[in-house]
């Protein structure tokens, strides 16, 4: 699980927003934030550019979650 949603709720960008941001289709920030896509490394360090984070945070599995 990643935490994309939560961070780009935080931050309060739509979905479209965000995609415009980091230059995709908002369906694939839907996709990211549901599992079912693995962005690039490219596309993951301008979504944590974008949201204000670092990658372990925005990606790294919790602990609870191991």
Same mark, same amino acid.
């Given at each position: 699980?990643?935490?994309?949603?939560?961070?780009?709720?935080? =931050? =309060?960008? @739509?979905?479209?927003? +965000?995609?415009?941001?980091v230059g995709v289709a908002r369906q *694939?920030?839907n996709l990211i934030e549901n599992d &079912?896509?693995?962005? @690039? +490394? $490219?596309?993951?360090? &301008?979504?944590? #550019?974008?949201? $204000? *984070?670092?990658?372990? *945070?925005?990606? #790294?599995?919790? &602990?609870?979650? @191991?």
């Amino acid at each position: 699980m990643n935490h994309v949603r939560e961070y780009r709720r935080a =931050k =309060k960008l @739509s979905q479209m927003a +965000l995609a415009e941001k980091v230059g995709v289709a908002r369906q *694939t920030i839907n996709l990211i934030e549901n599992d &079912k896509y693995n962005p @690039s +490394l $490219d596309l993951c360090l &301008k979504l944590a #550019w974008v949201l $204000d *984070t670092d990658l372990n *945070t925005l990606f #790294w599995r919790d &602990k609870e979650e @191991s």
